[in-house]
């Protein structure tokens, strides 16, 4: 693909699947609204922008992310103390986990999981630290008719409690302050193929974080439709690799994506600073 331009911003795309670099922007300023929209139409288009050279107070941060829809809170971890929408997601060098380290897709225990998530890099390792995104509207148009038919009939359950009980995954991450909220009543049920309000496209909608069962058929069943679903989505001709520097800003839409931060930077530290619009119920 060539790049597209939209005076100001030349849009460059990662791969032929997923992933755009937006150059000529500056998000600290207050977007015009044509500047906006090709954000916004590059976003439906791409589903992972990537800004580089940014300089971003959280302010500025949330200012931009508010275009796309009012700013979510999450519900287990603790957010800035000044703006608690803003989340600090520090990997310390001795840590042994990492925050968002395997394939996910953001809070889909919520009835209305956000619709995409806004990362602000401040300190960066010196390597390592990428971020990989998987499009599952490529996952889902790969598979057969059949598969297709099926999956179409099907929902659901994603949970809270896979990452946030006691002892789980995302409670281990030491500089991440997990509040003590109870994640046992956040579940929901999903499609699992979700069609995009904005764009009609289909998507994938399980992923490896928070979905526990494919419901309305065995457990055994579950298991194996879940197992082959997981490993199909996050493929290699569905990715893409986010390279992060100081001042580089990534927006993806959790519609659409999968992701996963690596954690292949022991002995340095990563600082990475988060906020997330909120989105609507999956259908
Ligand atoms: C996340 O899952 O939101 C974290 C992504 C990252 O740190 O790259």
């Not at 937006?22 to 791409?46: K, M, N, P, R, Y």
């Not at 919520?110 to 806004?118: C, M, N, R, T, Y």
């Not at 979700?194 to 928070?210: C, D, I, M, Q």
Request: hydrophobic share 35%; proline share 6%; net charge negative.
């Amino acid at each position: 693909m060539t790049p597209s331009i939209s005076l100001p911003a030349v849009i460059k795309p990662l791969t032929g699947v997923l992933g755009a670099e937006i150059s000529g922007v500056e998000l600290a300023q207050d977007l015009s609204g044509e500047l906006f929209d090709t954000i916004h139409q590059a976003l439906l288009d791409h589903h992972v922008l990537v800004f580089r050279n940014q300089t971003l107070t959280p302010e500025q941060q949330m200012r931009f992310g508010r275009r796309f829809g009012e700013l979510d809170f999450h519900p287990f971890v603790e957010g800035s103390t000044e703006f608690p929408e803003v989340l600090n997601i520090v990997t310390e060098p001795n840590d042994q986990l990492n925050f968002g380290g395997g394939w996910h897709t953001d809070v889909t225990f919520l009835a209305e999981p956000d619709l995409g998530s806004i990362l602000y890099g401040i300190e960066l390792p010196e390597y390592g630290g990428d971020t990989l995104f998987s499009s599952q509207i490529a996952a889902y148009n790969a598979l057969s008719d059949p598969m297709k038919g099926m999956l179409g009939a099907l929902t659901a359950t994603h949970s809270a409690a896979k990452q946030y009980r006691e002892g789980g995954p995302s409670t281990k991450s030491k500089a991440i302050r997990i509040n003590d909220t109870d994640p046992a009543g956040f579940t929901a049920r999903h499609p699992v193929v979700r069609t995009h309000p904005e764009t009609g496209r289909k998507a994938l909608y399980v992923n490896g974080g928070f979905t526990t069962r494919i419901n309305g058929v065995t457990r055994d069943e579950s298991k194996m439709l879940l197992e082959f679903l997981l490993n199909h989505a996050v493929q290699e001709r569905f990715t893409c690799r986010v390279r992060w520097e100081p001042g580089t800003l990534v927006m993806w839409d959790n519609r659409s994506v999968q992701h996963h931060a690596l954690h292949d930077y022991a002995g340095q530290r990563r600082h990475v600073r988060r906020i997330t619009v909120k989105g609507d119920q999956p259908r």
